[in-house]
């Protein structure tokens, strides 16, 4: 009884195995690779952004180049998640910028 | 009421961080600026603050003065010599641009009239070159430190005397466009250079301590140990901007231009004692 518990618990793991492979291998599909391409569409108008008004930050550009070399090499989620920090940095660098517009000074100078 | 009193207590603690700026001459901007550093280190002359970090740092001082009696910048000046004394390709040579030099650089930065913009020393070079047919230098690494060095050099002693001139307006307006640079916060970390070199002058960042600004521009260009090399101002520009994880802008270029300005302004009434050697 033991055994046949434990064989028709490895089949079932083996075939719940068989049914995700091609669900964590098919990222690369044409709906998701269309996301991942307007997502760096989108951070790269973000940093684009950013750099228009002086806020672009250091890093911005490299990782978008890397969340396009991801997505050639066929590795969407990654590409997205990439994309998505790209975005994020745009557009943080945007609302720095602009929060600095007018001259701040600190108030540990005594004028 | 009780709302009402919190309300004004979280308004006054914003208010004390950061105030919107009010019309201020640079003149009161140098004595705010000094007055800072004279409350902060009130053991430290003000004519120290030309020797950066040593100032502040006598530790890091006692390894500095042995650095400088064998100084890794000497070979830098005498390659700045000879270019110097060596003509161009027509005949003329740099003292044909700059006839009071190589001891010239107080003069630098200055604000242009003409051309209604700052013109730093090393822009200034690299307009002779090409006013007699030379390739311009590299403005962070290279050959541009040789000659600096040596103009440096011949120029120790002399007195930081930026001057603001009161017939041009966009003369102000550089200099606050500098200013501005100065103490906006930038790039990812989100600090503004007074973070560092005002607000926590002295403090450490991770085995390093923060230089004071007051004295900031005096010793350049630098021999840093980092670089293993002497370096420019707008290349130390460059790097402050990465660490910060700010994009960085051109060196030479029009924001670092107006910094330099501003911070030069800074260091007025101090003396020149570049280059110098730095970690």
């Given at each position: 009884m033991r055994i046949k518990s434990f064989l028709q618990f490895t089949i079932a793991a083996l075939l719940l195995g068989a049914s995700l492979t091609p669900v964590l291998a098919a990222d690369a599909t044409d709906s998701n690779v269309a996301k991942a391409q307007q997502m760096i569409e989108k951070a790269e108008a973000a940093r684009k952004q950013a750099a228009s008004v002086d806020g672009e930050w250091r890093d911005t550009g490299k990782i978008i180049d890397e969340a396009k070399a991801e997505l050639a090499k066929g590795q969407v989620v990654t590409a997205m998640k990439l994309?998505?920090?790209?975005?994020?940095?745009?557009?943080?660098?945007?609302?720095q910028a602009v929060s600095q517009r007018e001259?701040?000074?600190?108030?540990y100078l005594h004028y | 009421m009780k709302h009402f009193f919190q309300k004004l207590a979280l308004l006054a603690m914003a208010g004390s961080i950061?105030?919107?700026?009010?019309?201020?001459?640079?003149?009161?901007?140098?004595?705010?600026?000094?007055n800072f550093f004279k409350d902060r280190f009130p053991d430290?002359?003000?004519?120290?603050?030309?020797?950066?970090?040593?100032?502040?740092?006598?530790?890091?001082?006692?390894?500095?003065?042995?650095?400088?009696e064998f100084p890794p910048y000497e070979p830098f000046i005498d390659d700045?010599?000879?270019?110097?004394?060596?003509?161009?390709?027509?005949?003329?040579?740099?003292?044909?641009?700059?006839?009071?030099?190589p001891a010239m650089e107080s003069k630098f930065p200055y604000w242009d009239k003409e051309k209604e913009m700052v013109i730093t020393l090393p822009l200034a070079i690299n307009q002779c070159r090409e006013a007699n047919g030379e390739k311009p230098l590299k403005y962070k690494k290279g050959p541009i430190n040789d000659i600096l060095s040596y103009i440096a050099f011949e120029s120790r002693g002399q007195i930081t005397n930026v001057v603001v001139p009161s017939d041009d307006p966009k003369a102000l307006a550089a200099y606050e466009k500098g200013k501005k640079f100065y103490y906006t916060r930038r790039g990812q970390l989100n600090f503004s250079c007074a973070t560092c070199h005002l607000q926590n002058a002295g403090m450490k960042i991770r085995a390093d301590i923060l230089s004071p600004a007051l004295g900031h521009t005096t010793h350049w260009p630098v021999y840093r140990s980092k670089w293993g090399t002497v370096g420019t101002l707008h290349r130390r520009f460059t790097g402050c901007n990465k660490q910060v994880r700010a994009k960085p802008f051109k060196a030479q270029g029009e924001e670092y231009r107006d910094l330099e300005y501003f911070l030069t302004y800074m260091s007025n009434g101090l003396p020149l004692n570049g280059p110098g050697a730095r970690k």
């Open positions: 994309a998505a920090e790209a975005h994020k940095q745009g557009v943080l660098g945007y609302q001259l701040k000074m600190p108030s | 950061a105030i919107s700026a009010q019309a201020t001459t640079p003149d009161e901007d140098l004595a705010a600026f000094r430290v002359p003000t004519g120290e603050y030309v020797n950066g970090v040593y100032s502040i740092d006598p530790v890091g001082r006692e390894n500095w003065e042995a650095i400088e700045g010599r000879t270019m110097w004394e060596t003509p161009f390709a027509n005949g003329k040579t740099y003292q044909d641009c700059f006839p009071d030099g």
